[in-house]
């Protein structure tokens, strides 16, 4: 029968002075002396986690734990009552949680599950899987270890330059729509930037005709000399017969980047037994579509190893160069320009589309 009545009440007070006067709790400090003292009974459990003190090298309590045995358990011998109680859990508080996973995640730099395993061995707190996944995510050493999978980012394509200025342009028309016109009839604006010290200038054009881009190059030149190289896109303008004298009389290197038509070779990615004796590139491809962060949409063209159909970035792409032993491609022309002055790919007669004269 419970009872509780003044004496007990007194007693319980009396408890309650002596456990908030000396010895009063201590801080639990990572590294000192530390007992677990444990005791059972058919009513329930009790334990007291102490540390030695560095003053009077006393043990002193740091957490008092209780709770009643369950049914069965008040069933047990004491024997199988000691086990039970050999078994308590150190509960965390929640200021100590995230160095105690920390602790325990790098003595291997575990997964969640293997982390969270160590961890129910001695401690105990809620959320206790949530808060490793958490810790876990923003670990340093396991991001900067860990192997993406899957589909991998791709790279930009970086087009080699000297570490000085002017060796290197970059030419482009400030939208393909005119803007609104000025009096002296300018629609548009020639947008060229140096690679290096990314300075730019902006010319006013008429109209977006090679004539109209030499003419401005002409007068930079006059000033700043030729650039070594010029990189544009595959516009009408950069890709007309005259672009192209212009930048071979004044002996400049023209980069045209890749664009809907272009012919490429794909990277092989999939190492199987003995791949490396197979052709490092697959092709020809044809690019039908060019995506976000510098991808490209691939079709096969002929039949030749690889996929139907891919996706993937510049830098598994590279030019495809037509050799006289192929018959999937014609040789025969040494200009493809096209009337319109875009330089891309010219049909077949058997229906297949070759690459630009720029890749013989």
């Given at each position: 029968m419970f009872r509780f009545d003044d004496e007990q009440k007194n007693a319980f007070q009396k408890l309650k002075t002596i456990l908030s006067q000396e010895p009063l709790l201590k801080l639990y400090r990572v590294g000192a002396d530390t007992e677990l003292h444990t005791d059972a009974s058919s009513y329930g459990f009790g334990a007291i986690l102490c540390q030695r003190d560095d003053q009077d090298r006393l043990?002193?309590?740091?957490?008092?734990?209780?709770?009643?045995?369950?049914?069965?358990?008040?069933?047990?011998?004491?024997?199988?009552?000691?086990?039970?109680?050999?078994?308590?859990?150190?509960?965390?508080?929640?200021?100590?949680?995230?160095?105690?996973?920390?602790?325990?995640?790098?003595?291997?730099?575990?997964?969640?599950?293997?982390?969270?395993?160590?961890?129910?061995?001695?401690?105990?707190?809620?959320?206790?899987?949530?808060?490793?996944?958490?810790?876990?995510?923003?670990?340093?050493?396991?991001?900067?270890?860990?192997?993406?999978?899957?589909?991998?980012?791709?790279?930009?394509?970086?087009?080699?330059?000297?570490?000085?200025p002017l060796e290197t342009y970059h030419i482009d028309h400030l939208g393909r729509v005119p803007i609104p016109s000025t009096q002296k009839s300018y629609a548009h604006i020639l947008v060229v930037v140096d690679a290096f010290t990314k300075f730019t200038w902006l010319y006013p054009t008429k109209s977006t005709s090679a004539e109209e881009v030499i003419n401005r190059l002409s007068k930079q030149a006059v000033i700043f000399g030729n650039?070594?190289?010029?990189?544009?896109?595959?516009?009408?303008?950069?890709?007309?017969?005259?672009?192209?004298?212009?930048?071979?009389?004044?002996?400049?290197?023209?980069?045209?980047?890749?664009?809907?038509?272009?012919?490429?070779?794909?990277?092989?990615?999939?190492?199987?037994?003995?791949?490396?004796?197979?052709?490092?590139?697959?092709?020809?491809y044809q690019i039908i579509h060019v995506l976000r962060g510098d991808r490209y949409v691939l079709s096969k063209v002929g039949e030749h190893e690889g996929p139907r159909s891919t996706t993937t970035s510049s830098d598994n792409i590279k030019r495809w160069l037509v050799n006289e032993c192929d018959s999937n491609v014609d040789t025969s022309g040494e200009d493809t320009d096209n009337e319109d002055g875009h330089q891309g790919p010219m049909p077949l007669q058997n229906g297949r589309d070759v690459g630009p004269a720029e890749n013989v």
């Open positions: 043990f002193h309590p740091v957490c008092y734990a209780s709770w009643k045995t369950s049914e069965a358990e008040s069933r047990y011998s004491s024997y199988e009552l000691e086990r039970c109680d050999g078994d308590l859990l150190l509960v965390i508080p929640k200021s100590m949680q995230v160095d105690i996973i920390k602790q325990t995640h790098e003595r291997g730099h575990f997964g969640v599950r293997k982390t969270e395993q160590l961890l129910k061995r001695e401690f105990w707190f809620s959320e206790m899987r949530k808060k490793i996944d958490k810790v876990i995510k923003n670990c340093i050493t396991c991001i900067l270890a860990e192997r993406k999978h899957g589909k991998q980012e791709g790279f930009l394509r970086n087009i080699p330059k000297n570490a000085i650039p070594c190289q010029i990189v544009s896109d595959r516009s009408t303008a950069f890709t007309s017969k005259s672009f192209k004298k212009y930048c071979a009389d004044e002996k400049i290197e023209h980069i045209l980047t890749y664009s809907i038509g272009d012919l490429v070779a794909i990277k092989r990615t999939q190492i199987t037994p003995g791949s490396k004796l197979y052709p490092k590139y697959l092709g020809p």
